[in-house]
């Protein structure tokens, strides 16, 4: 059965840097698309980023030149490299990994990430 376990959320300044990682198990991750979500307080979970099988990248307009995804298929992981982080992106941060757009998530448990001066 797939899993994806994340981590690496924390609460750091606006300006700062995180690097969050999602780790997949349960079936050959080559094949899925890896993607992040993000919920903030009071709003609905929206998609952040996305990379295909293949190494294809979609970006939210709001984190574009901000935010990094990028997977290692070696290593069943998928990461998040988030720069010059804003108040707004203030969220708990999913990781999500499907076969294909019209294939359901396997989504794990989140990541908290606080940006606050």
């Known amino acids: 059965q797939v899993q994806v376990v994340e981590s690496g959320g924390g609460l750091v300044q606006p300006g700062g840097s995180l690097r969050l990682s999602c780790v997949f198990s349960?079936?050959?991750?080559?094949?899925?698309?890896m993607a992040w979500y993000r919920q903030a307080p009071g709003e609905q979970r929206a998609w952040v980023a996305i990379?295909?099988?293949?190494?294809?990248?979609i970006y939210k307009d709001s984190v574009k030149g901000r935010f990094t995804i990028s997977r290692d298929n070696d290593k069943n992981t998928a990461s998040l490299q988030m720069d010059s982080l804003k108040l707004e992106d203030t969220a708990v941060y999913s990781c999500?990994?499907?076969?294909?757009?019209?294939?359901?998530?396997?989504w794990g448990q989140g990541t908290q990430v606080t940006v606050s001066s």
């Open positions: 999500c990994a499907r076969k294909g757009p019209d294939f359901p998530c396997y």
């Open positions: 349960g079936d050959i991750f080559s094949i899925y698309d």
């Open positions: 990379i295909t099988g293949y190494g294809s990248t």
